[in-house]
């Protein structure tokens, strides 16, 4: 769903003979030789003004940006990568942008003319469709008072990405729904400025020059800090988690080891060590991580769900479906799980994180079976709470429900069928918003993280004014100096809940991947569209 700004252009004057008409007089001055002696002068010196032009400015951007970095095949594992230094974030224009390749591989922040406000757009409630009749969002009803494109108060939409038609409900049709990712310029109408883009391209900077030679991320990252002064490693020793963590801010980019990209070798070697270290059995987990294997596991699968269902490689696509088998086998009596494959009590964190991996298998064509999704569903209603029960607790145990898993709960009740107008949802929602994003009160970015995925499945001016505030308070913490710059510290400038658990590394792609929420997934109720699903299964078939 690009929404692109068409460039403003020169006046031009209309066909024809009329629009070239000199006065009479000039008329007389130019006629036989002399109007040829005229026209060839003219010719030749504007062809060697454009000349001098082109050479001049050749040598002038080949000055600014120096020799562009050449990116090897996928298949050439031990080719070189470009060596991408950080850059400086800093206090970057605030003008409407857009996400690419291109713009991932700048080292300094773009030079825009100064702006107002906090260059988001304005919203406008309307229905399905756009003004142009077209949509990446199958008739999502976008429109924005600028781009001409927002989020939609009424009107059903289509599904999936293809286009939608109208001014009503659009019509939208089957699509790949990851397909927003894929193209080479995010849309910038979900909520998106140039600001958070260039945090999340500082942030996918970091990430990159801090993974192992193996291809795998660490916690405690600070062994792979090449410039040292990076603090803040965390205490959860787990290498799954960890190169899931920092494989899934480069997918929600639109960046896939099949993909040219100045991360193409950085995605296929954490691709390819979560492959490697994956069991007969499906589990993905290695090292010490026996105890929180269900987390872990959970990371690790909806990293390889995305990579497969943005590229559909089916090697990538056959290490999916065992890691989706291996939560469906670990699935206990309750709907739900828990720390270990064998659990048999469950609670609703490490619930979340399974029913996203499914959904993510579900969405990239794998075969996730409706009982699953039917069992979690109940497990869910045993920790709901509250009158319209949009309140969840931990396990069915505690009695008390909190804003943390409320969000988790939420997001997994939007994923499991509750529609938009649910009193679930909309209760839920305002529940949400009586505890924004805050960081004198609690700095939790689990919190925002999942609650910020829920706000933007319901887009309205609830979603804007979550998203307004959440944004600023990401793009005004982040780093902006030495080897740190483009990370989140888990202890300035206040502790973050669960820091010093995951370190540097969790907050560095939970806060992009919140950054990422515009064009990572589409609103939630456009999707599940079945007719993708069985040629996608059988590409994984036919690898095994």
Known sequence: ??????????????????????????????????????????????????????????????????????????????????ELTHFDVGMTPLAPSELSTETLMLTEPP??????????????????????????????????????????????????????????PGSGGPGNQFSDRLSNQRSMAG?????????????????????SKDGSWNIMHTANCKEGGCSG????????????????????????????????QHIKKGVDWLIKNQKKNGDTCVGNDTHNTMYSHGLATIAL???????????????????????????????????????????????????????SGQMGGLKVPQKAFDEARKFLQTVA?????????????????????TSVGLLTSQYLGSKRDDSVITNGIEYL???????????????????????????????????RHTRQILIDTQDTAGCATGSWDPDRPESDMWG?????????????LTLEVYYRYLPLYKLDDPSKKDDAAKKVENAQ
């Open 1 to 82: 769903m690009s929404a692109t700004t068409t460039p403003a252009t020169a006046s031009v004057p209309p066909a024809g003979d009329a629009a070239f008409d000199a006065p009479q007089s000039w008329r007389a001055v130019f006629t036989g030789i002399e109007m040829q002696s005229f026209l060839g002068s003219m010719a030749f010196h504007t062809a060697l003004m454009v000349t001098l032009a082109l050479v001049l400015g050749t040598i002038h951007i080949a000055n600014t940006l120096g020799n562009a970095p050449e990116f090897s095949a996928v298949n050439q594992d031990d080719s070189a990568q470009p």
């Open 111 to 168: 030079k825009v003319d100064g702006q107002s406000d906090d260059g988001s757009l304005a919203f406008v409630p309307e229905g399905g469709g756009t003004p142009d009749g077209r949509s990446d969002l199958g008739g999502l009803g976008f429109k924005f008072s600028r781009e001409g494109f927002g989020p939609m108060l009424k009107g059903p939409g289509g599904l999936d990405s293809s286009p939608g038609s109208g001014r009503g």
């Open 191 to 211: 909520g998106a400025t140039k600001q958070s883009e260039r945090a999340v391209a500082a942030a996918l900077a970091w990430i990159s020059r801090h993974q």
């Open 233 to 264: 490693p965390g205490r959860y020793d787990s290498p799954t988690a960890a190169t899931a963590l920092g494989l899934l801010p480069f997918l929600a980019a639109g960046q896939t080891h099949d993909s040219k990209g100045p991360y193409q």
């Open 305 to 359: 769900c995305e990579a497969y269902g943005m590229t559909q490689d089916p090697r990538v696509g056959y290490a999916a479906q065992m890691a989706i088998d291996f939560i469906v086998s670990g699935q206990n009596a309750q709907g739900g799980w828990r720390y270990s494959h064998s659990s048999q009590d469950s609670d609703t964190s490490i619930f979340g994180w399974q029913v996203m991996a499914l959904k």
């Open 385 to 405: 709470r509250g009158t319209y029960k949009c309140e969840f607790a931990y396990t069915p145990y505690h009695a008390n429900p909190g804003y943390c898993m």
């Open 433 to 467: 918003l009586t505890r924004k994003p805050d960081l004198v009160r609690e700095r939790n970015i689990y919190y925002w993280y999942y609650a910020t995925q829920v706000m933007h499945n319901c887009p309205g001016p609830q979603w804007d004014e979550w998203n």
């Open 500 to 512: 010093n658990q995951g370190g540097r590394l969790m907050m560095t792609s939970l806060s992009a």
